[in-house]
């Protein structure tokens, strides 16, 4: 009986066990010794099946997923500890200069959300496809990156996993004079042209290009980093001839320079060949026809007025009258800048160009221009003697500034002479190259138009150089 209840057939030795040959048989489904099979067994067969099924389904679940599910995209202050590897979008500008290890395929570069910025890596495979699709990002170039969140100690990374993840718009570039550029101007993306003034190596890895045109100069810095994804040396550059470049305006020491995002962007022309200029005896014989040729004119100046990057003067010979655009460059290399104003009778060469309609002439260099009588001194007056009939005169004041007030376009700062105060309008293209800037207490001597608003007397300084700190 005891036996009986031992071998039952819901004991766990009984169903490892024979039911043949009663020898003991373990997991088999059919028993090694006699063949017989074992009943009630499930194939080891059908069990390692149904777990490959469901492991490919659960594969395919994912995969589905995680193709028809959007990458969140956040802002660099959106970062928590918590995010760590995590697989996120960011969207920004470049604003530093990237990284690149040819040996190991290391990529790097900055972006700048407007929040804070993060670190985008990549490494072989990944920088390889970059390179050969022309899609490495430089400097002001606009980016969406999705990759792996990487949180460190003192900033934010992100790894490019997927070169397809990383989207890049370059912005049209905008043509400028060299001479025009300012610290405003930095992270724009803009083209000038030019002639090569100086090339300098200052160490190896940068090359510095000194471009010249009739505004001024400005320094093209070319990085080891951008010689090295071009795998080519730069083109051999002899002063003189011409250049073209596209890049985008960085700082070095307040300075602005351009970077351009790689060499092909530095385009080069053959030596220009000598300027033939033309005696022209009166402005009335200046036409439209001349544009783009070298002349030499005399005239009277009637008026002057700043602009961006230099002065605005309107010849006048009694024929007729014609724009002078005198760079900043060029006006500070003249021997007595401050004796080329209104009534200044002058000798000008330059290069006739049509602008907006206008016809200018732009002298190249400041020994383009001869000052054959110069500018009489403006007169220096009291704010007391000043009334609303003064409108539209040139005069010079001295006082004391009092607190200044911005304003949409620009500065308002009251000026005391001890007569009385009078505001000085300062407008931002003047405002922002003053230096010192105007504040409470300093005193200065400011040269200007005199205009009515609002019933009170304004004194508007034309140009930077209308204002000096004494």
Request: glycine share 8%; net charge negative; proline share 6%.
């Amino acid at each position: 009986m005891s036996e009986h209840r031992i071998t039952s057939t819901t004991s766990p030795t009984h169903i490892a066990r024979c039911a043949s040959c009663g020898r003991f048989v373990g997991p088999y489904a059919a028993c090694p010794y006699c063949g017989a099979k074992m009943a009630g067994r499930l194939s080891m067969r059908w069990v390692k099946c149904a777990a490959v099924l469901l492991a490919t389904l659960g594969l395919i679940g994912l995969w589905i997923y995680a193709r028809t599910t959007d990458i969140p995209t956040l802002s660099a202050a959106d970062v928590q500890g918590t995010m760590n590897m995590a697989y996120v979008r960011i969207t920004g500008r470049v604003t530093r200069s990237r990284s690149y290890d040819p040996e190991s395929g290391y990529l790097a570069f900055w972006v700048q959300d407007g929040t804070g910025e993060v670190r985008v890596s990549a490494y072989r495979d990944v920088t390889e496809s970059l390179i050969a699709a022309n899609k490495v990002p430089a400097l002001g170039d606009l980016v969406q990156v999705a990759g792996t969140l990487r949180i460190r100690e003192d900033y934010v990374a992100l790894t490019l996993n997927v070169p397809e993840h990383l989207e890049l718009k370059r912005p049209d570039p905008i043509s400028m004079q060299a001479g025009e550029l300012t610290l405003l101007d930095e992270n724009l993306r803009v083209r000038v042209t030019g002639e090569v003034q100086h090339v300098n190596v200052p160490y190896e890895g940068l090359t510095l290009i000194i471009l010249h045109d009739a505004s001024g100069e400005v320094t093209i810095a070319i990085d080891e980093t951008t010689l090295t994804l071009a795998n080519q040396p730069l083109p051999e550059i002899v002063e003189g001839q011409g250049i073209e470049v596209e890049g985008t305006v960085t700082l070095y020491k307040d300075t602005p320079q351009i970077t351009p995002a790689d060499i092909t962007a530095v385009l080069l022309s053959e030596v220009p060949a000598e300027t033939t200029v033309t005696e022209i005896p009166a402005l009335n014989q200046v036409s439209a026809t001349d544009a783009g040729t070298w002349v030499k004119v005399h005239g009277h100046i009637v008026a002057m007025e700043g602009l961006k990057g230099g002065l605005k003067a309107i010849l006048d010979d009694g024929t007729a009258q014609l724009t002078l655009l005198v760079w900043q460059s060029v006006y500070e290399d003249l021997p007595s800048p401050d004796a080329l104003d209104v009534d200044a009778d002058i000798e000008v060469e330059g290069e006739i160009q049509l602008y907006q309609g206008e016809l200018e002439i732009i002298p190249e260099v400041a020994s383009d221009l001869a000052i054959l009588s110069p500018a009489p001194d403006i007169p220096w007056i009291e704010i007391d003697d000043l009334g609303h009939l003064d409108a539209g005169r040139l005069v010079r004041l001295r006082g004391i500034l009092e607190k200044p007030q911005g304003f949409s376009a620009g500065i308002k700062v009251p000026l005391n002479d001890g007569t009385g105060k009078i505001t000085v309008l300062l407008w931002s293209n003047i405002a922002t190259q003053l230096t010192p800037e105007p504040v409470a207490g300093l005193p200065v001597e400011v040269r200007g138009i005199i205009e009515v608003y609002n019933q009170e007397l304004e004194i508007i300084p034309r140009s930077p150089h209308d204002w000096r700190v004494e």
